[in-house]
């Protein structure tokens, strides 16, 4: 027969075990679980940022702002395609999509 207190102290290193084991299955499942949002849920950062015209403002004047290596007239042409403009011209408050640099 086990003594008393060996059987307190297996009973202590089974209940141990057991519990590393479950936590271990919880990390597991975790990373598993954003594994899969990495490739499914998660969208690349837009390369457009959306802003809000301001009086005064054109689809212009923040063309010159953002146009680095493109031209002025090509960052209108993006900003007129991607927010599905019948032309260049806006008003104060509207939203638009403008190519971030």
Known sequence: MMKASAAKRLA???????LLVVIGAGFSSISSASNGA???GIKPASKYVEVVI?????????AALVATDRSI?????DIVEVNNLSSADISAGSK????SK
């Open 54 to 62: 301001t009086p005064g403002e054109s689809i212009w004047s923040i």
């Open 73 to 77: 007239a090509a960052v209108v042409a």
């Open 38 to 40: 990495d490739q499914v």
């Open 12 to 18: 202590r290193t089974t209940f141990g075990l057991s």
């Open 96 to 99: 638009l999509l403008i190519p």
